[in-house]
């Protein structure tokens, strides 16, 4: 309604897609288990960012979601916060190898900082996380990949190098991000995105985060997403 509508405006957000949740005020409102809210408070996040309010119901609901927002904006804990929750909400049946959540990004420097962040949040639930990007060696990544992980964080081509060498499998992957995806394509990376998705079950929870949509973004997450809703935050290309 309208107080919703002024909410968003206030928070300079534009959403479209069907049955859109509504956009959160608190870290509180997003029904957090009491250990997520203490990582929260660690990192002395006091409120959500516009990205995170919008996003956060979006994807807790289980929701793909298509968000374009500039640096610096959140975009990591409006991933890496839903991901937990659903990691922790796997039944214990679940016991094949592989990561659950599956993290693309176009740089090892961006993959870096996604895994620090990541860590932050995910080491207090026993979750695993690991990065693997160009420059470290393989032989190290294959066998850490090996031990088991819950969450990879990965330059496509790297991640296409690992899979090719059996490090791993993404059988049980069921929460896939591709983090800043226009400078992804812009580095020559569809392929191997496109390669990837095609390994990932199709009824994984698919989010895309750009700060612009290029018409070959628009392109393939409207081929690997399923009924998104898009939020945009602030003026962006
Ligand atoms: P983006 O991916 O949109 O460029 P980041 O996820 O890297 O942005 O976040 C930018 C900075 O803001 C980081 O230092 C991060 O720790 C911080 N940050 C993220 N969310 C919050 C929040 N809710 N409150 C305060 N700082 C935050
Ligand atoms: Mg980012």
């Not at 002395?44 to 516009?50: H, L, M, R, V």
């Not at 790297?158 to 090719?164: E, F, T, V």
């Not at 995806?181 to 390669?195: C, H, K, T, V, Y």
């Amino acid at each position: 309604e309208q107080e919703v509508a002024d909410y968003r405006k206030s928070l300079a957000i534009r959403v479209s897609g069907f049955d859109v949740p509504r956009p959160v005020k608190t870290f509180e409102d997003c029904g957090f288990s009491v250990e997520l809210m203490k990582a929260i408070s660690k990192q002395a996040y006091e409120k959500p960012t516009s990205i995170q309010c919008q996003a956060l119901p979006i994807v807790l609901s289980g929701r793909d979601i298509i968000g374009i927002a500039k640096t610096g904006s959140g975009k990591t804990a409006a991933f890496v916060l839903p991901m937990i929750v659903h990691i922790m909400d796997q039944p214990e049946v679940v016991k094949e190898e592989g990561p659950i959540g599956v993290i693309c990004a176009p740089t090892r420097e961006l993959a870096h900082q996604i895994y620090i962040e990541a860590k932050k949040f995910s080491k207090s639930h026993g979750i695993r996380v690991s990065a693997v990007y160009g420059g470290m060696s393989k032989l190290d990544q294959f066998k850490e990949l090996k031990a088991g992980c819950e969450i990879v964080v990965a330059t496509p081509g790297r991640l296409i190098d690992l899979l090719k060498m059996k490090a791993l499998t993404m059988q049980r992957t069921t929460y896939l991000v591709l983090d800043e995806a226009d400078r992804m394509f812009d580095l020559g990376f569809e392929p191997q995105i496109r390669s990837i998705v095609g390994q990932i079950r199709p009824d994984r929870q698919t989010l895309l985060f750009s700060a612009t949509m290029p018409r070959k973004v628009e392109k393939l997450a409207r081929e690997i997403l399923s009924d998104p809703v898009r939020v945009t935050v602030g003026e962006v290309g």
